[in-house]
C-alpha cells in the first residue's frame, strides 16, 4: 500500500524557491530516507505533508487525503518529530505525555510510553535537565502517542554523541517494527545506509536520485579501485580485460576499471605467479555518489 504520494510538489518563501518540484512516493511499512544538504528543502517538504503549510502546486496525499485539505485528519493518523523541536523548561516528561496523551483520543497510555521508551527514571524531571538521548526518546514517545500509522523525524540525531545515535537508530528501527511507516529526514549518509529502505537525495529543491541506497551507489559508479603490494613491474596489467589504469608506486599497486576487473585482476596474476595476499578491493559508497550528486560550494584556496 502507497503511504505518500508527492507529485510536482512546489514551495516558495517570497523569492526564495524552497522546493522546485519533488515527487515520490512512500509503501506501507518502509524507512524512507529524505537526505540533503541544510537548505535543501526537505523540512518545507515534511510540513507541507503535515499539513503544516500549504504548498503553491503539486498533488499529495498521505495516508490517501490531502493534507492541505484535511488536516486534522491527517494530523489524528500522523506522529511528527519536528525539526528543533522543544518543550517548556520546566515541562516534566510525565506531564508532557500527559498534555500530548490528552490532544490525541486514541493510542496506548502514556505510563505505557514511558516504560516502553525508557523514560520511567526520569518521569519526574524536567525538560531542561534531561540528556539529549533522553530527549529524543521524550520526543520520539511523544510522536507515537496517537498510535500514529506514519512518523515523520526531522533530524531526529542531530546534535547526539555517537552512543546516543546508535541508540538513536535502534528506536526508528523499533518503531518500524512496530509497522509504522518512518519518513526520516537527514542529511548523514550513514544513517541512510544503516536504517533507510530508500531514499531520495534532495538538493536546492529537487530530487537528484530515488531509489534504495544500493541502488543509487550501483547506478552512479560502476568503478572499482583494486589495491595490492607487489615489488616486480605489473605495467602489463593495463592491457588485462577491464582495466582502465594501473598505477605502481613504490611497491603500492592501483587498478582501477568495472566491477569484473576485480576477478580478472585476480587471476592475470596468478596465473603470473603472484599472490597478492593483501589485495584491497574499494567500490564507492554512498558517501561519494551524494557528494557528486549535490552542489557543493566551490572552496578557493582562501578558505582553507
Ligand atoms: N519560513 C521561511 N521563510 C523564508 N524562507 C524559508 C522559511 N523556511 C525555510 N526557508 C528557506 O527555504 C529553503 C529550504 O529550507 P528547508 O525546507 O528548511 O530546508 P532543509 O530542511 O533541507 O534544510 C532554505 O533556503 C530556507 O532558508
Ligand atoms: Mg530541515
Known amino acids: 500500500m502507497t503511504v ?12 526564495v524557491l524552497a522546493v522546485d518540484d519533488v515527487s515520490f512516493r512512500v509503501e506501507a511499512g518502509e524507512i524512507f530516507g529524505i537526505l540533503g544538504p541544510n537548505g535543501a528543502g526537505k523540512t518545507t517538504t515534511v510540513e507541507c505533508l503535515q499539513g503544516l503549510r500549504r504548498p503553491d502546486a503539486g498533488r499529495l ?4 487525503l490531502d493534507p492541505t485539505t484535511h488536516q486534522h485528519e491527517v494530523r489524528r493518523r500522523i506522529g511528527s518529530q519536528l525539526q528543533d523541536s522543544a518543550l517548556p523548561d520546566r515541562l516534566k516528561v510525565w506531564e508532557a505525555l500527559d498534555l500530548f496523551s490528552s490532544i490525541s483520543r486514541r493510542g496506548p497510555a ?7 521508551w525508557d523514560l520511567d527514571g526520569v518521569a519526574d524531571r524536567s525538560f531542561a535537565s534531561l540528556s539529549g538521548g533522553q530527549r529524543q526518546r521524550l520526543f520520539v514517545a511523544l510522536a507515537l502517542v496517537n498510535d500514529p500509522e506514519v512518523v515523520f523525524l526531522d533530524e531526529l540525531t542531530q546534535g547526539l554523541d555517537p552512543g546516543a545515535r546508535r541508540m538513536a537508530w535502534d528506536l526508528i528501527r523499533e518503531i518500524r517494527d512496530r509497522g509504522v511507516t518512518v519518513v526520516l529526514v537527514t542529511h548523514y549518509m550513514d544513517e541512510v545506509e544503516a536504517l533507510c529502505d530508500r531514499v531520495a537525495v534532495i538538493d536546492h529543491g529537487r530530487v537528484r536520485a530515488l531509489g534504495t541506497p544500493r541502488q543509487l551507489v550501483e547506478s552512479a559508479h560502476s568503478e572499482v579501485t583494486v589495491t595490492f603490494t607487489c615489488h616486480e613491474d605489473v605495467a602489463w596489467l593495463a592491457s588485462t580485460r577491464f582495466v582502465d589504469t594501473v598505477h605502481q608506486t613504490d611497491g603500492t599497486v592501483v587498478v582501477i576499471g568495472p566491477g569484473p576487473v576485480v576477478p580478472l585482476v585476480a587471476a592475470a596474476l596468478v596465473e603470473r605467479g603472484i599472490v597478492p595476499e593483501d589485495m584491497a578491493v574499494r567500490r564507492a559508497s554512498l558517501e561519494d555518489v551524494y557528494l557528486d550528486l549535490i552542489d557543493r560550494p566551490a572552496y578557493s584556496p582562501e578558505d582553507r
Not at 7 to 13: N, Q
Not at 61 to 64: A, I, N
Not at 110 to 116: G, I, K, M, V
Open 4 to 15: 505518500i504520494e508527492v507529485d510536482g510538489l512546489h514551495k516558495r518563501y517570497g523569492n
Open 61 to 64: 496525499r498521505v495516508l490517501r
Open 110 to 116: 502514556w505510563r505505557d510510553l514511558l516504560a516502553t
